[in-house]
C-alpha cells in the first residue's frame, strides 16, 4: 500500500481505521454482553466497572451557558479526503472527513 499517492494512501488508512472501529465495538458489546469468551492465547480481556466525575454544563444557569465571555471560537485545521470522479471509492460517501475532535472542558 505505500507504493501509491500520499492522498490515496490517507483514504485507504482511513477506511482501515473505520474497520477496525467497527469491529471493535462489535468485540467491547459481545465482552460487555458475556457472549465472548474473554480468554485467549496473547490476551485476556477484564470487564471492570469504574467510577468518574462528570460534568454536567447543561445544568448550569442559561444565562452562563450562553454567556460570550465564557466562550472562544478557535481555528483548527482538517485534513479531509475527497474522492476523485470515477476513482473507486474506498469510503463510503459522507465519511471523508471522519475525526475526533477533542475540546478541552
Sequence with gaps: MRNMPPADELAHVRAEIRALRAREAELRDGFLAGRLDPSGIEARIRVKQSRRKVFLRERLPTRLQT????????????????????????????????????EPW
Design 67 to 102: 454567556d460570550p465571555a465564557l466562550w472562544e471560537t478557535r481555528l483548527c485545521r482538517v485534513v479531509q479526503v475527497e474522492p476523485l470522479e470515477g476513482a473507486a471509492p474506498s469510503a463510503p460517501p459522507g465519511d471523508e472527513d471522519d475525526f475526533d475532535v477533542i
